[in-house]
Nanobody
Framework: QLQLVESGGGLVQPGGSLRLSCVAS????????IGWFRQAPGKEREGVSC????????YYADSVKGRFTISRDNAKNTVYLQMNNLKPEDTAVYYC????????????????????WGQGTQVTVSS
């Protein structure tokens, strides 16, 4: 069973930081590009970032550029999302997902081609 599990969410003050982790089990993570997505209450799911298999190609949504950093440690089967200078509008459930290898990597932050999704971790940015 291929599985992704997110962790690291929580409650943080505006301007604070969190690091999310996405750990894969049941497959070797380095075969897959990995995306981060989020869904805020009452809003559509939004692509946040994508990182290629080797980490050499990275995309960010305009709303998070300069604040969020995606990285991966394939030896640990883990992808990270470092989130700095968090804003209330970043409040959402954050999901990681693995993109099928036929897509060859990242082409942006769109949702196409992701077969495996985690259950999500809640990030709340509030005073």
């Amino acid at each position: 069973q291929l599985q992704l599990v997110e962790s690291g969410g929580g409650l943080v003050q505006p301007g604070g930081s969190l690091r999310l982790s996405c750990v894969a089990s049941g497959f070797t993570l380095d075969y897959y590009a990995i995306g981060w997505f989020r869904q805020a209450p009452g809003k559509e799911r939004e692509g946040v970032s994508c990182i290629s298999r080797r980490g050499d190609i990275i995309y960010y949504a305009d709303s998070v550029k300069g604040r969020f950093t995606i990285s991966r440690d394939n030896a640990k089967n883990t992808v990270y999302l470092q989130m700095n200078n968090l804003k209330p509008e970043d409040t959402a459930v954050y999901y990681c997902a693995a993109r099928r290898p036929t897509y060859y990597g990242c082409s942006g932050v769109g949702p196409e081609g992701y077969d495996y999704w985690g259950q999500g971790t809640q990030v709340t940015v509030s005073s």
